[in-house]
């Protein structure tokens, strides 16, 4: 099994920064690519960005957040990081990371839908003010 445990969501104004952090439990030695989704109620997971095991490669979102995060890792602590930028109202809503669990390559193919990922933290929650 793996845990995951986000943070880092607040409350910050339009156009304002945050960093989310997603701390991974639970497994040891294999590392896998991980992901960021964001969902807000009545709709489901929105894919944001995701990154390979070493962290040599990311994907981003066409759509949803691009040109406005930047998705990184620090395997030595077992941390995914997701940096947002001109953070907008849009923006608010619950913000997930997701561990791939398994050897797949980063496509958007793959890696953008969430029923790829096996396991999931409990999300942490952005808000953004006008």
């Known amino acids: 099994q793996a845990l995951l445990v986000e943070s880092g969501g607040g409350l910050v104004q339009d156009g304002e920064s945050l960093r989310l952090s997603c701390e991974a439990s639970?497994?040891?030695?294999?590392?896998?690519?991980m992901g960021w989704f964001r969902q807000a109620p009545g709709k489901g997971r929105e894919f944001v960005a995701a990154?390979?095991?070493?962290?040599?490669?990311?994907?981003y979102s066409d759509s949803i957040m691009k040109c406005r995060v930047t998705i990184s890792r620090d395997n030595a602590e077992n941390t995914v990081y997701l940096q947002m930028f001109s953070l907008k109202t849009k923006d608010t809503t619950v913000y997930y990371c997701?561990?791939?669990?398994?050897?797949?390559?980063?496509?958007?193919?793959?890696?953008?839908?969430?029923?790829?990922?096996?396991?999931w933290g409990r999300g942490t929650q952005v808000t953004v003010s006008s």
């Open positions: 639970g497994r040891t030695g294999t590392t896998y690519a």
């Open positions: 997701a561990d791939l669990s398994q050897s797949l390559p980063l496509t958007p193919a793959t890696m953008t839908h969430d029923y790829k990922y096996v396991y």
């Open positions: 990154i390979s095991w070493n962290g040599a490669e990311t994907y």
